[in-house]
């Protein structure tokens, strides 16, 4: 009586085991292929469309129907993210915070010359991103500059001899500049003249990493950010300019305590005056500098995440980087997994210690821009759309997942348009070799009409992941 009572039991509990999961099966998001046996699971990857500030600005600042346009153009070309820049290079926002003035003109390129656009509007730029992102079932994210703090313009029609941002409005705010190591010696940028050095002509004035005031006026912006309704935050420019910065009074004395010695000859024992790129004779204290700037990057990175999730736990944190590793210690920027040896791969100018400082495990998501000409879509190697996404694979060794794509506007080939075919294989070459697709910027999609482009090369990896896979 018992066995048959145990068996009665037992033949139920299956039964409601099997039902259960097959009610699990429908109620589920993932898609089942009728015609196929696998059981193989593939996560659809995601693909961002980033949304320049600047350069977009005479299309959305006063305009919500242009946004609602334009967002509809991306839903139906199959993106699944936007990333709209909402602090541009000359360092005010456009959202709502008490610690910066929110932006009313930004320079745009038009007709071989920079002007001004003038916002007039008061609605909030952000907030409206988000609705109409949101209603469209799109995830918004926003770009935010990091350290930077002003532009100046010059020589450029118009706008020659203009400037906008903090560091050109408050004297006050000098002493937050980066100081670079010119030729001529030490400068602080704003006082640069430009007539000699032309690098500078139209450039943005970047901001101190190292210095604690710079560090706590941005984790404050990037907190009253992360009150907004976002799928997540995106730092882009959270870097130094390059070799030249920084070299103030400030960064010396943390440098000097990090390595727990005096520097005689500074900053010549780092790096000679003027150096732009790796030098043949490396100074003393070379590598351990680069090593102490990609500390500060690295430390600020875990800083910021901590600032943006105290606020809201659900967005996601992550950052922007060009995806060129073998060159990017130049603006201090560690962007490896913590299990990736750079001095191994690159002794000319890697520390034993530089790995510590790879930031990537500390990121929800990372967006590589995989910037090639427009002749360059596959390869394994640098400077290959295709090649630079591999190449992130191994230097990341799955610490975060990664979107990468190309710059449509900027990059070689791209100047002037008229590359659909380019455009379209660019999804195929990077989606497949990452975990998303990613391009810049909407102002050349929109311009150069590259929409079914990109819809064909997102319909085509979509219909290729479904086939004969489970989908989820």
């Known amino acids: 009586m018992n066995k048959l009572i145990t068996f009665i039991f037992s033949f139920f509990y299956i039964m409601l085991f099997c039902n259960c999961a097959k009610n699990e099966k429908k109620s589920s998001n993932w898609i ?77 390129w038009d007709n071989s010359t920079y002007k001004y656009y003038e916002r007039t509007s008061t609605w909030d730029y952000l907030q409206e991103f988000i609705d109409v992102g949101h209603s469209l ?67 943005t004035r970047f901001l101190n990493p190292a210095n604690d005031e710079v560090q ?51 900053p010549s024992d780092i790096l000679a005056p003027g150096t732009i790129s790796l030098p043949d004779s490396k100074p003393v204290y070379f590598k351990k500098w680069l090593e102490f700037r990609a500390k500060v990057i690295h430390d600020f990175i875990v800083k910021a995440r901590n600032k943006i999730k105290s606020v809201n736990s659900n967005i996601n944190f992550g950052v922007y980087v060009g995806a060129w590793y073998s060159t990017y210690y130049e603006v201090g920027v560690n962007w490896a997994g913590p299990s990736y040896d750079t001095a191994a791969h690159y002794p000319e100018w890697a520390s034993k210690n530089y790995k510590n400082y790879g930031f990537a495990d500390h990121l929800d998501f990372i ?82 009409n590259y929409w079914d482009a990109l819809k064909t090369g997102i319909d085509s990896y979509l219909n290729a992941i479904k086939k004969n896979k489970i989908v989820k």
């Not at 703090?149 to 937050?176: A, C, I, V």
């Not at 309704?229 to 400030?250: K, Q």
């Not at 195929?428 to 999609?445: E, K, M, Q, R, T």
């Open 32 to 108: 089942w292929d009728n015609d196929s046996s696998s059981t193989t699971e593939t996560t659809i990857k995601p693909r961002y469309i980033w949304i320049d500030a600047c350069a977009n600005f005479p299309e959305y600042a006063n305009s919500k129907d242009n946004i609602v346009r334009d967002l509809t153009k991306v839903k139906n070309a199959g993106f699944t993210d936007i990333v709209v820049d909402v602090r541009p290079t000359m360092g005010d926002v456009l959202y709502q915070t008490t610690y910066i003035k929110q932006v009313r003109k930004l320079d745009y």
């Open 367 to 448: 967006l590589l821009g995989a910037y090639a000409p427009a002749d360059a879509i596959y390869g394994t190697s640098e400077w290959t759309m295709q090649g630079f996404c591999k190449q992130a694979k191994k230097i990341l060794n799955s610490s975060v997942k990664f979107a990468s794509g190309p710059d449509v506007g900027n990059a070689s080939g791209f100047e002037n348009g008229n590359q659909d075919t380019v455009v379209e294989k660019s999804v195929n070459a990077c989606i497949n070799a990452s975990d998303g697709y990613f391009i810049f910027d909407i102002v050349h999609v929109r311009e150069y």
């Open 137 to 203: 079932g799109l995830k918004v994210n926003a770009a935010f500059n990091t350290f930077v703090g002003g532009n100046l313009y010059y020589p450029q029609g118009e706008l020659n001899g203009k400037s906008q941002g903090l560091l050109f409005r408050d004297n006050t705010k000098k002493s937050w500049a980066t100081v670079l190591n010119l030729s001529s010696g030490l400068t602080n940028v704003m006082d640069l003249d430009v007539s000699t050095d032309p690098k500078y002509e139209h450039s």
């Open 216 to 266: 706590k006026f941005i984790l404050n912006l990037l907190g009253d950010l992360a009150k907004y309704d976002l799928d997540g935050i995106f730092l882009d420019r959270c870097r130094y300019e390059d070799l030249r910065g920084d070299f103030s009074d400030i960064s010396k004395i943390k440098f000097e305590k990090y390595i727990n010695e005096k520097i005689t000859n500074f």
